[in-house]
């Protein structure tokens, strides 16, 4: 099973919006509604930002946002800040009962 | 708080073994599937697979069946990996993390890591 698509880099300036992309297939992203995003720092453990497509963990800013439409779901992120520069990954719950990862976005804010 | 604690870096030789663990404190060990994802230097994340620390049914992804082993000891909350015939294509950080919800593959928190190397 292929990882999820996604786009090896996206860039903004601060206070832009970016969206990254992340595209599967009938068996994972189309087929549930489980899509999560992770951003991750060098060095450090992934952390949850969106999960359900939508829903963000308590605490987390709104400036973090998630969607989806057919096989491809999306983060939004809103007003970039210097510290949004990171690597993003979205994962999907499939019809195996596995989980598939996304092939990595690193964002970079100009 | 929820706190996810992982042993140490392991050096090993190819064809060797290497079990790491998770040692889990803040919340009830029995509610949440603990999984396993590893990373490879510069490149992505990789599931391997799940252990239900209630029942201690677990599931893994086909590349890693009949060379990992997932397991729990409840009485010290703790979940262990244990990943079998290494190669050096096994280099790589593993972690652990909790899922949200039964059965569902997303993970709320995650464990610091532990970096894995195996090398003649």
């Known amino acids: 099973q292929s990882a999820l698509t996604q786009p090896a880099s996206v860039s903004g300036s601060p206070g832009q919006t970016i969206t990254i992309s992340c595209t599967g297939t009938?068996?994972?992203?189309?087929?549930?509604?489980?899509v999560s995003w992770y951003q991750q720092h060098p060095g450090k453990a992934p952390k949850l930002m969106i999960y359900?497509?939508?829903h963000r963990p308590s605490g987390l800013s709104s400036r973090f946002s998630g969607s989806k439409s057919g096989r491809t779901a999306s983060l939004t992120i809103s007003g970039l800040q210097a510290e949004d520069e990171a690597d993003y990954y979205c994962s999907s719950f499939t019809s195996s009962t596995t989980c598939i990862f996304g092939t990595g976005t690193t964002v970079t804010v100009l | 708080q929820v706190q996810l604690v992982q042993s140490g870096a392991e050096v090993k030789k190819p064809g060797a073994s290497v079990t790491v663990s998770c040692k889990t404190s803040?919340?009830?060990?029995?509610?949440?599937?603990i999984n396993w994802v590893r990373q490879a230097s510069g490149q992505g994340l990789e599931w391997m697979g799940w252990v239900n620390p209630d029942t201690g049914d677990a599931g893994q992804a086909q590349k890693f069946q009949g060379r990992v082993t997932m397991t729990r000891d409840t009485s010290i909350s703790t979940a262990f990996m244990e990943l079998r015939s290494l190669r050096a294509e096994d280099t790589a950080v593993y972690y652990c993390?909790?899922?949200?919800?039964?059965?569902?593959?997303?993970?709320?928190?995650w464990g610091q890591g532990t970096l894995v190397t195996v090398s003649s």
């Open positions: 993390a909790r899922n949200t919800r039964g059965g569902i593959s997303e993970y709320d928190y």
């Open positions: 009938s068996s994972d992203v189309g087929g549930y509604n489980y």
């Open positions: 803040g919340y009830s060990f029995t509610s949440h599937d």
């Open positions: 359900d497509v939508s």
